[in-house]
């Protein structure tokens, strides 16, 4: 057959069986959609953004480096303001065509009742620019301009770092565009007054140009970087001065690469997996079409090219219908992102014909490979075999399916216990990617697995009185491959539903067992914007405390240098190390953290490990701000994940944050004292005081909330699975409407047929169930040593019911459906339909 021949051959296929490539459609069509959604996300995650609203009204922003420039490489974002000397906004300002030059800093304020406020002096509002709709500029420390609801002279407190101030309102102002309701509001307070509340000096967060008449943005921008060119500094225009305007833009971005790209991944694994399944169970049922070819002379070649013609059309067609969906799930994904913090509601995301090119070339490349796979043991076999095959299915694998299916198995064992001898991330990473590859194992030496199982469930069965019960042991021994196509997406889906929400809930236990041991002191207190260090102070110096411990969390950059240097972020924790001994207990294993002070650093075990460094080594990392630092180790301690891997001297940290004030302060009371230094801060007011007890509740409730990132994107990888377990059996099931056929036409009820078929679904999930359950427990026990040290991971028992509830239904509930809407037709007309 030439090549025009096997085109039409290939497209009256597709006609007349519809049902088979409808099934390969689904399976095409979902994984182009989750593809092209999760592409969307990560170029997102390299050009989305926000809009700028207070930076609006100046057309060139300058700011300092923001991330660390990596060649050939994503650049992570520093967490902490990088600041601009004071003088560059005289030098900017003396540059032809800037008609105003307003450097900007900003201060955390909160209302008694929590609210959260962003304080700003009044000359920064030229860059919105806000316009006074009633009343004056502030001039005096007492006074403030606000931007939302107030009224002229009334009084007002606001709270910085937990300290309360008077203010009466001078001035109400509105910018062009409204306030966001999801940010903090703006107010303004007089230039001197909030340089008194800054705690960098004469530093600026950024400097506005407004030019004059004639002077194009992008032009002012090249000469303010010529102007500065001793000064590591970014210009920013247009839309990407919300990137300058908004510190949490370039988080966002991070944060949104990472998760895109860790779960693309998997679902490209996933989409590969089960489109490669589906075809390979459309093609094995038409084995006997093969044959037929194979003996009237089709070469092995001209078999590939069909099969391979025949997926091409519908796969192109499948992937160029999903992408536009891919756009729609994009848009949901973003939303619930922003739902869990990861996003902030104005995040923009980044629209362009690329996610929807490489969804459209993976879907199809996917399905042509999977093609190519499954289309060799037909091509392959000899005339005489394929027609003996197509009437019975054969009892064994191929040894090169065995070998590699084994091999794949050891891997996958193998990375799953990388975890006790490997701490650390690289340690879970390959805990939880272990997962895949024993499916994959499974995949590859399912039907051997199945003959097993049902050997032993088929004897149960044989030994029933039931006609049915016998005649459903005999069909399952005598169709091992085409049960284990049936049973490998419904193991798939359980074994990936575990490892996914396990190892989460595993690695919060751990965190919260660990902050619930290591925090030693009685009392926690945190404020809103922050606590000051007179607040501090304060507190410290009451009768009844006997230490007070001031703890600021922020972020750290470490390069590891080699062949392949790579940069990881570390949580950074800055304490007192004079106060830490009663108030935090790190779990030292090598060195003292009293001796803890300038120039010195304490590390997890984990983090030691990956950097390599041991006590009294050196260690550079960049702090918050980009600082680069090069601190010595004087202890390594094993509570890293509930309080981070890097702990500084407060002293050093607190200088390279955006704002200087502590996040809590951990109390230690004198004997018996615990009640009345409680009610002693309480009264200071804007300060909320908790026991360790209450303070480890309220973590564990703010990481449910994180968590519900993780859960909505295995949702969507867990409806995709769905999908295909429910595509996979429900082509598997109408295939054999000609045997349903038969059995009626012998004698057999159809309520026999379905008692049948109820019992061969009983053996499908059964085997899934517990297969699925195998495969994730080597994953999850990783895990749980690698952040425990023991393997014994978190299992809700009803999450877990949950997970095997729903996959019992859905595998269950798709064989019932097929087989009814097999046996609703007349067996004599059934018996002659074309297989």
């Keep these: 057959m030439r090549g025009p021949r096997l085109r039409s051959l290939a497209h009256a296929n597709i006609r007349q069986r519809r049902g088979g490539f409808a099934a390969v459609f689904v399976a095409v069509f979902c994984a182009a959609v989750l593809t092209c959604s999760l592409g969307i996300l990560f170029e997102s995650g390299i050009r989305g953004g926000i809009t700028p609203h207070r930076y609006a009204g100046a057309d060139v922003v300058v700011g300092a480096a923001q991330a660390l420039d990596i060649r050939e490489d994503f650049d992570p974002p520093y967490v902490e303001r990088a600041l601009l000397p004071g003088a560059v906004v005289d030098s900017l300002a003396d540059l032809p065509g800037v008609r105003a030059a307003v450097g900007d800093i900003g201060v955390p304020l909160a209302t008694d009742a929590g609210t959260l406020l962003e304080g700003h002096g009044w000359a920064s509002a030229a860059l919105a620019p806000y316009r006074l709709t009633s009343g004056r500029a502030p001039t005096a420390s007492t006074e403030v301009v606000v931007t939302g609801e107030g009224r002229l ?4 407190t606001l709270r910085h770092g937990g300290i309360g101030s008077e203010y009466t309102v001078v001035g109400v102002a509105a910018a062009p565009s409204p306030e966001r309701s999801d940010r903090p509001g703006t107010v303004f307070l007089s230039d001197v007054h909030v340089r008194e509340l800054w705690p960098h ?12 008449v004639g002077f194009d ?14 000064v590591d500094v970014r210009t920013y225009t247009g839309d990407a001065r919300g990137n300058a305007e908004f510190l949490d833009a370039g988080v966002s971005r991070s944060e949104l690469m990472m998760l895109s790209g860790s779960f693309a991944g998997l679902a490209v694994l996933i989409a590969m997996f089960v489109v490669a399944s589906t075809l390979s169970l459309s093609i094995q049922q038409r084995r006997r079409e093969f044959a037929l070819l194979r003996a009237v002379g089709a070469t092995p070649g ?8 025949e997926v091409l059309v519908v796969a192109g067609a499948a992937a160029l219908v999903g992408v536009g969906p891919g756009y729609l799930l994009a ?11 990861v996003l902030s509601s104005d995040f923009g995301l980044a629209y362009s014909p690329l996610p929807a090119v490489v969804a459209v070339l993976i879907a199809v490349a996917t399905a042509r490979i999977a093609a190519a796979i499954a289309a060799r043991r037909p091509a392959r076999l000899d005339p005489t075999e394929a027609l003996r095959e197509s009437a019975v299915e054969p009892e064994s694998i191929g040894r090169r399916r065995l070998r590699t299916g084994l091999v794949i198995g050891v891997v996958g064992l193998a990375t799953s216990l990388m975890p006790v001898v490997l701490p650390g991330q690289a340690a879970l990473a390959s805990a939880g990617s272990s997962a895949m590859m024993l499916i994959i194992s499974v995949a590859l030496i399912g039907p051997m697995l199945v003959s097993g199982a049902i050997h032993r469930i088929g004897g149960l069965l044989r030994r029933s009185s039931s006609q049915a019960l016998v005649l459903a042991a005999a069909n399952s021994g005598a169709r091992a491959r085409r049960l284990a196509a049936a049973i490998t997406p419904l193991a798939l889906a359980i074994a990936i539903g575990s490892v996914q929400l396990f190892a989460q809930d595993t690695i919060a236990t751990a965190a919260e067992n660990q902050t619930r041991s290591g925090i030693t002191a009685d009392l926690v207190v945190t404020a809103p914007s922050g606590l000051a260090p007179t607040l501090v102070e304060t507190i410290a110096t009451n009768p009844a405390v006997r230490e007070a411990n001031p703890i600021i969390h922020t972020q750290a950059l470490h390069t590891t240098e080699g062949e392949t240097s790579y940069t990881e972020p570390y949580p950074v924790q800055g304490v ?15 060195g003292d953290l009293g001796h803890l002070r300038d120039g010195t650093i304490a590390l997890s075990t984990d983090a030691a490990f990956v950097m390599g460094a041991g006590v009294g080594d050196p260690v550079p990392i960049r702090l918050g701000d980009g600082t680069l630092v090069t601190p010595t180790v004087v202890a390594t301690y094993s509570r890293g994940l509930g309080f981070g891997d890097v702990t500084l001297p407060l002293s050093l940290v607190r200088t390279h944050t955006t704002t200087g004030l502590a996040d809590m302060l951990l109390v230690s009371t004198e004997p018996g004292r615990i009640d009345e230094a409680r009610s002693a801060i309480a009264a200071m007011g804007g300060v909320a005081v908790s026991d360790r007890a209450e303070f480890v509740d309220a973590i564990r409730e703010q990481r449910l909330e994180q968590a519900w990132v993780g859960v909505v994107a295995i949702a969507v990888l867990l409806a995709y699975l769905a999908v295909a377990v429910v595509n996979t059996l429900v082509l598997a099931t109408v295939e054999r409407r000609r045997e349903f056929a038969l059995l009626q036409l012998v004698g057999a009820s159809t309520r026999q047929v379905r008692r049948m078929m109820g019992a061969e679904a009983t053996i499908v999930v059964t085997v899934a169930a517990v297969i699925g359950s195998v495969v994730a427990l080597p994953p999850l026990a990783g895990v749980a040593v690698a952040v425990s040290g023991y393997p014994i991971p978190s299992i809700s028992p009803a999450v877990y019911a949950l997970i ?3 996959t019992v239904v859905l595998g269950a509930g798709a064989i019932a459906i097929a087989t009814r809407a097999a046996l609703s037709r007349d067996p004599v007309v059934a018996v002659g339909v074309r297989e």
Aim: glycine share 12%.
């Design 331 to 341: 848009h949901f994904l973003r939303a619930q992102f922003a739902e869990a913090g």
């Design 804 to 806: 095997l509830g729903v």
């Design 302 to 309: 001209q078999i590939h090219r069909l099969i391979g013609g």
């Design 576 to 590: 007192d190390p004079a106060a830490t001994r009663s108030t935090l207990d790190l779990d030292i294993r090598d």
């Design 217 to 230: 943005a992008r032009s002012l921008a090249a000469r303010a970087r010529d102007t500065l060119a001793g």
């Design 153 to 156: 002279g009334d009084r007002i």
């Design 201 to 212: 000096g004469d530093r600026v967060a950024a400097v506005g140009l407004v030019p004059d």
